[in-house]
């Protein structure tokens, strides 16, 4: 059992990975953790992710309604707080604008599949959920045709969000996600991709599952 010190740590590592990694410039993105059935640990508007410290954070409840920290929440709270009541199984949170995912979610070029093994293994389908503005009710319900079949979500003109059991797995989804793309984006120069057989993906699926990777 992860305490909420320990959260708050881990949220500030992440935080620094992701800003040192380029997905989040200035204020940008917002991370969460579940503390318990009705509280959430979050990361508050208006701060860089790099530079975030354990007593920074916010705790709100299932409502978005400020619990204990001196700021205020991250304004996209309730896009985590969608994603939390419709999974009982997600623990964490990453939302961000790592930059070759979002030239897929602003090109809305779907990502092709059958590319890689791990993206394949750890990711599946990663859908595009429709725009709406950032911070509104419309926004955090973009994902809803999404939340119960896959753990990534690109949305469109705008970022992706993650979410799996831990602040680091929740993390590393967009980590391969984004490196995923851009290997992708390398592809247009140098030419046709050889993408997988029906039955290497067939046993990657398959794997997805035992590995709980597929909701
Ligand atoms: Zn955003």
Not at 133 to 162: C, Y
């Amino acid at each position: 059992m992860t305490t909420t010190e320990q959260l708050r740590h881990q949220i500030c590592e992440i935080g620094k990975r992701a800003w040192t990694r380029g997905f989040v410039a200035a204020s940008d993105g917002n991370i969460s953790a579940r503390l318990d059935e009705n509280r959430v640990l979050c990361t508050p508007t208006m701060a860089c992710k790099g530079f975030l410290t354990p007593d920074s954070l916010c705790i709100v409840d299932m409502e978005g309604k400020l619990i204990e920290g001196e700021q205020q929440p991250t304004s996209e709270i309730k896009l985590h707080l969608n994603i939390y009541r419709q999974r009982l199984d997600i623990r964490s949170v990453f939302h961000s604008h790592a930059p070759y995912a979002t030239t897929f979610a602003v090109t809305g070029q779907p990502i092709p599949r059958n590319v890689l093994a791990e993206p394949e293994l750890f990711l599946g389908h990663v859908p595009t959920a429709s725009y709406a503005r950032p911070g509104s009710k419309e926004f955090s319900k973009s994902i809803d045709p999404f939340v119960h079949s896959t753990n990534a979500i690109l949305l469109a003109n705008h970022g992706v969000v993650t979410y799996h059991d831990s602040v680091e797995t929740a993390f590393w989804l967009t980590e391969m996600l984004d490196a995923y793309c851009r290997i992708l984006i390398n592809t247009k120069a140098l030419g046709p991709v050889q993408t997988l057989s029906d039955s290497e993906v067939e046993e990657l699926a398959a794997l997805r599952k035992q590995l709980g990777y597929q909701p």
